[in-house]
């Protein structure tokens, strides 16, 4: 974000302070040169950005919202501001199909809770993408789920569970782009099994990235690659 340098990403956390802010935090990714951006600044020109988005967003396509906002929102390669762009995109698609009703209090609200939780680097830290957060949250509205209840925060815990195992599957190196197409789509099926309706799951999703992911793309390995002609390679 200062410099475009390649980012540093260390074992264990050292006390850094913000460029922008001043604000002092353990951090984990840093620029050799030295420029450290805390969580909250890294994200604060595309939250508001996102939600908006998302609560203007046409369509009950989840995919279809999320490669939209992808495009529009302000957000770099990779970080957590994808988290919010899959809470934000399935919660606008289930709202469009009318299938039940969504607020867009609701909408903020899950998006408050996923920015609590989807914490850069903390894929590889915790083993906790914020992608998978951000889909509970999702589920956590809709059923009313919170610590007192038990279907409700069972289903969510569950909901959870199965982001990280599917997306788990898509990693070497993480691609935040591919954990919210992954996500979306098995979303798709978890609104069929929890809340039993349907939702447009379909289009061909092709990747224009590969080329900026900073730690080198799957390429073949993932499903949204495709070979980029001489042209786009000379970009």
Not at 143 to 157: F, I, N, R, S, V
Not at 200 to 228: A, M, Q, T, W
Request: charged share 20%; glycine share 8%.
């Amino acid at each position: 974000m200062i410099c475009g340098n390649k980012l540093d990403y260390l074992e264990s956390g050292q006390e850094f302070s913000c460029l922008y802010c001043g604000q002092k935090e353990i951090g984990y990714v840093c620029c050799p040169n030295g420029h450290y951006v805390c969580d909250e600044c890294h994200g604060k020109d595309a939250y508001e950005k996102i939600l908006n988005l998302a609560l203007t967003a046409q369509g009950s396509n989840p995919l279809e919202i999320a490669e939209k906002m992808m495009k529009s929102a302000p957000i770099p390669m990779l970080g957590c501001e994808h988290a919010w762009i899959a809470a934000g995109a399935l919660l606008a698609a289930i709202k469009n199909s009318r299938e039940i009703k969504i607020t867009n209090r609701q909408i903020a609200e899950a998006l408050t809770r996923t920015k609590k939780q989807a914490i850069g680097a903390y894929c590889g830290l915790t083993g906790i993408c914020g992608i998978a957060p951000a889909i509970g949250a999702c589920f956590s509205v809709i059923l009313g789920a919170a610590c007192p209840k038990d279907k409700e925060t069972a289903t969510t815990m569950h909901v959870v569970s199965q982001v990280i195992k599917t997306i788990a599957k898509q990693t070497g190196p993480c691609c935040c782009k591919n954990f919210v197409r992954t996500a979306l789509t098995l979303s798709c099926k978890l609104v069929i099994e929890h809340l039993k309706f349907n939702l447009p799951c379909f289009g061909e999703i092709v990747c224009d990235d590969s080329n900026r992911h900073p730690h080198g793309c799957r390429k073949e390995k993932c499903h949204y690659y495709h070979v980029l002609d001489s042209n786009q390679q000379g970009l």
